[in-house]
């Protein structure tokens, strides 16, 4: 499959009918978000959204295309600073905090009730210091596959090892390469991902189009030795601060071991966890199921 020519939208009417549903109108929308930059997000309802959903590092808002197909809510999905049509930042610090600021403008913007606010792996970091920082903001939160204690020989070090690779001779070759790391669900999947999180140089070569691509092999933790959890305390601060109605998520073969699952557990009793046959990307491998337990929740008092 050559996918050098395709657009942004030309995956939507298959995997709608692939679902059995109906496509969503979708557009792209931006809104200014201060120094010149700008934050993107994908808009699939011409409605008020009553979902908006953060992805994770080195992916982009299009990872919900399909669990947004499935839900059937009205939905509002950003691209992070740094990663999709988002802009980077010049001082390349993209902490929660930091992405935490630019999603608070966008939600500003772009939605006028208080969201089912869903984040996976980074962009669930994300979504726990926003929810933190403007409860206003927040109906409830749905975090997928992500807590914030993580063996970092799980997932950190499979994306180092992922991002080693930074230019391709086509988006084919990544396409390759991403399925060689298990990354996406078929081929069609997978080609739909490199297309959405690359850009052709003008060389002619191919590169990974969000800036996380450039920082992973210095910002993401080395091994440590095992059984050690990388715990990252501010962001505890946030989940525990956290008044709205909780659920993780998890893949069961995810990042989230059962070590850190039962420290999840313990320091947020309140939460409901819900575990899904899945790697980390739940989204793209069990976007059904995971729609339907989004979905679930606006049922629940």
Request: proline share 5%.
């Amino acid at each position: 499959m050559t996918i050098e020519a395709v657009s942004e939208f030309s995956f939507l009417a298959g995997q709608a009918q692939a679902l059995g549903v109906d496509a969503e109108p979708m557009t792209r929308v931006a809104v200014p978000a201060g120094d010149g930059r700008t934050v993107s997000a994908l808009k699939y309802t011409t409605d008020e959204p009553i979902v908006t959903l953060l992805h994770g590092a080195g992916l982009n808002a299009h990872t919900w295309d399909a669990t947004v197909l499935s839900m059937g809510l009205p939905a509002l999905a950003i691209d992070l600073p740094g990663h999709g049509d988002s802009s980077w930042r010049d001082d390349a610090m993209y902490s929660p905090s930091n992405l935490a600021d630019d999603v608070i403008v966008a939600l500003d913007a772009l939605t006028s009730r208080p969201q089912i606010l869903v984040g996976h792996s980074l962009g669930g970091l994300t979504a726990a210091a926003i929810a933190a920082r403007r409860p206003d903001l927040v109906e409830r939160i749905v975090f997928v596959d992500i807590v914030p204690a993580l063996d970092p020989r799980m997932g950190p070090a499979e994306l180092r090892a992922f991002y080693s690779k930074q230019d391709f001779v086509s988006r084919d070759e990544a396409v390759d390469y991403a399925m060689g790391f298990g990354m996406g669900g078929d081929r069609e999947g997978t080609a739909r991902g490199v297309l959405f999180n690359t850009r052709i140089r003008d060389d002619g070569r191919v590169e990974w189009k969000h800036h996380f691509a450039r920082l992973a092999l210095t910002i993401l933790p080395e091994g440590a030795a095992e059984g050690t959890l990388v715990q990252n305390e501010q962001s505890w601060q946030n989940f525990e601060a956290i008044t709205a109605p909780m659920t993780l998520v998890r893949g069961a073969h995810g990042y989230i071991d059962e070590s850190a699952l039962h420290t999840f557990a313990h320091r947020i009793p309140r939460a409901a966890i819900e575990t899904l046959d899945a790697g980390h990307n739940v989204q793209e491998t069990q976007p059904v199921a995971l729609g339907a337990i989004i979905a679930a929740t606006t049922d629940t008092d």
